[in-house]
């Protein structure tokens, strides 16, 4: 479960009842979730004081629209439009206190009083019930609700303009990201023109999500400025939050992991002035998992340590389990593979299927290493195919997601220059009307018509080949060192197998782990990190043969896979790499370090089939090397090694 933000607020599990929204408060569930009866607005000032005060207390706005209710519809002749714009207020701050059920009842109970399509209180109420749906069913009825309510609206108006956003979010919500997009820039570039700030953060802010989703987290970044920007201007302290938080989650995902802590603890200081400890536990788990990113197991564990009687408390079983794995991660780290197999085993009670995919994945890699670490081999080839499996369907579906994405951005920028063109042609020909013939007129148009087809050809052609190009980097290649990355690497791992067994020929295969990586960072620092990285990148272009491939399989890992090649060949190769990397020079600080590997051999016999099994044999050769004393080359069910004194020694 992810901390909720403006534009991707999670569904509890179960709305917790009317009665219970002060016990709420006291957990602080109340998060800065900026819902589109805002983005509509309001022209009773009254109700304008009450949509300010649900945006600071929307506890306290609860109690004061409820005794507002009362009294409205205790009259002979009770003002129904007042009623109704009430209880959009009142939507509102269930909304924001993420009790759905009871947002969703408010809504429908001002759905009700009010008839007209294009009146800004109907709009809102029609909001704030769509915003509060999660399941597949009501999402898709609340869409044709909102589309129906759009097409009433006139053609650029704040309703219109927030209607859209709403269909955005829903369609993002149905993991249809290529629509989203269309939507939500539409409506971003429409917010701008009518000069609507508040409505253009709000579509800012749920394009962030998208982007983030799609991977474009450049774009993510810029957008999320616009709305930390419009939050400070506006002191919008709970907003600012979370913006600060969106803002951590998108630099964790760029690798920036110092800039994404920095980020974090902006957000939890102010989650603390604010008394929000649910929004601080959020913030300690991030915390927590950065920190493990730069291997800091210990800071590491005291942040989980505080979020997480914070997620019990709360119920959160989605984030409790959460936690706990990330716990386990760090019990792996320290090198407690039983205690992290424990806490795994809990996690996974249910084959992972209440879990996203993604993260669901990671875990069985996660529980793969701690099985073998306590030699439960069969365990470990169990949990390695499943990450595999996983990993490779996640894969497909991202690929498809991200082309479908990208055509759907281009098809909305070809969209806006073609209405661009359109409306510089209609205007030079009322000009040109007023001074010219018809035949001179007819001329104009044709010649500027043929600019156009042209212009799009050109802008097309160029695009489609950038984008093109842009996609086949992002997919192949790792971004520090410009070798393979996992899921290439695997692709031609798999060719070459296939290639082995139809004719057959030898091949064998290595997974390359780099000894003491954590210390070179920890002493040299993360740029030291990189460039050892890098180094080893470009040692391995002067050492491997024509034919072998050298990819990025993790961190610091590399898998090695050599076709046409027997096992005393490959360790020969190896030998080769090894004594390259050993001549890698660190920085002053690195006294006493050396850069040096070990690595797990596998070779293709006749009892292996897959290259999951490949990769599972040299997976535990390699954790033989570290365990007997690193710095040394172990083959898969053989008994002999490469060692520092560089020399083959047979067991």
């Excluded at 939890?268 to 929004?279: K, M, N, P, V």
């Excluded at 505080?306 to 019990?312: D, G, I, K, N, Q």
């Excluded at 044709?446 to 052609?461: D, E, H, K, N």
Aim: glycine share 6%; net charge positive.
């Amino acid at each position: 479960m992810e901390k909720p933000s403006h534009a991707d607020r999670p569904a509890r599990r179960s709305a917790p009842s009317v009665a219970s929204w002060i016990g709420l408060a006291a957990l602080c569930l109340i998060r800065p979730w900026t819902a589109h009866a805002d983005c509509v607005g309001a022209s009773d000032p009254s109700i304008q004081a009450l949509q300010l005060l649900d945006a600071a207390d929307p506890v306290q706005a609860v109690e004061r629209v409820r005794a507002r209710l009362a009294t409205a519809s205790s009259g002979a002749h009770p003002d129904t439009h007042l009623i109704a714009a009430l209880d959009a207020v009142l939507a509102q701050s269930y909304s924001r206190l993420e009790l759905d059920a009871d947002a969703r009842a408010a809504a429908q109970a001002g759905l009700a009083l009010v008839a007209d399509p294009r009146d800004p209180v109907r709009v809102g109420l029609l909001t704030s019930y769509a915003e509060n749906v999660y399941d597949a069913a009501g999402i898709r009825a609340a869409l044709a609700t909102i589309r129906a309510a759009e097409a009433a609206q006139e053609r650029g108006s704040r309703t219109g303009i927030c209607l859209a956003i709403t269909r955005g979010l829903l369609e993002y919500r149905m993991d249809r990201s290529d629509l989203a997009i269309v939507t939500l820039t539409r409506a971003y570039r429409a917010s701008g023109a009518a000069r609507f700030d508040q409505v253009r953060m709000l579509a800012a802010d749920a394009l962030t999500a998208v982007m983030r989703s799609m991977g474009d987290y450049a774009q993510a970044l810029e957008l999320n400025g616009e709305v930390i920007a419009w939050d400070i201007a506006h002191d919008a302290r709970l907003s600012l939050s979370v913006s600060q938080y969106v803002r951590g989650t998108v630099l964790k995902l760029m690798g920036d992991y110092q800039g994404a802590i920095g980020a974090f603890a902006q957000s939890r200081d102010l989650s603390l002035s604010l008394h929000d400890t649910q929004g601080i536990a959020f913030e300690n788990l991030r915390i927590c998992e950065t920190r493990v990113q730069l291997q800091d197991y210990d800071r590491a564990k005291r942040e989980c340590a505080r979020a997480l009687p914070t997620f019990v408390a709360a119920g959160s079983t989605d984030v409790i389990k959460e936690t706990r794995a990330v716990l386990a991660r760090i019990d792996l780290g320290r090198n407690r593979p039983a205690r992290a197999l424990s806490t795994l085993d809990g996690v996974l009670d249910r084959g992972g299927e209440d879990l996203p995919p993604r993260r669901a994945a990671v875990l069985y890699r996660w529980r793969a290493r701690a099985n073998a670490a306590l030699h439960h081999y069969r365990g470990a080839y169990a949990d390695l195919s499943e990450y595999v499996r996983r990993t490779r369907a996640d894969y497909d579906a991202d690929r498809a997601r991200q082309a479908a994405a990208m055509r759907a951005r281009f098809e909305t920028d070809r969209a806006v220059e073609r209405n661009a063109s359109l409306q510089r042609e209609l205007a030079l020909a009322r000009e040109r009307s007023q001074r010219q013939q018809a035949e001179l007129k007819r001329n104009a148009v044709i010649f500027m018509s043929g600019l156009m087809v042209i212009a799009m050809l050109v802008y097309v052609s160029y695009f489609t080949l950038r984008h093109r190009r842009a996609l086949l980097r992002l997919a192949t290649l790792d971004g520090l060192t410009e070798l393979p990355n996992r899921r290439r690497t695997a692709e031609l791992a798999a060719q070459a197998l296939q290639s082995a067994l139809a004719v057959p020929r030898p091949l064998t295969l290595a997974i390359i782990d780099l000894d003491h990586f954590k210390q070179i960072n920890d002493r040299c620092g993360h740029a030291a990190g990189d460039h050892v990285l890098r180094e080893v990148a470009r040692a391995s272009v002067a050492v491997l043969r024509t034919g072998d491939v050298l990819g990025r399989w993790g961190g610091e890992e590399f898998l090695l896979v050599m076709p046409d090649t027997t096992l005393d060949a490959a360790l020969v190769v190896l030998e080769r790499l090894r004594a390259a990397l050993l001549a890698i020079e660190l920085p002053a600080s690195g006294h006493g370090l050396h850069v040096s590997m070990s690595a797990g051999l596998a070779t293709l016999d006749a009892h292996t089939r897959t290259l999951d099994e490949l990769i599972a044999r040299a997976d535990t050769a390699l954790y033989e090397a570290k365990d007997q004393g690193r710095n040394l080359v172990r083959v898969a069910d053989h008994r002999r090694a490469a060692g520092p004194d560089s020399l083959i020694r047979r067991g």
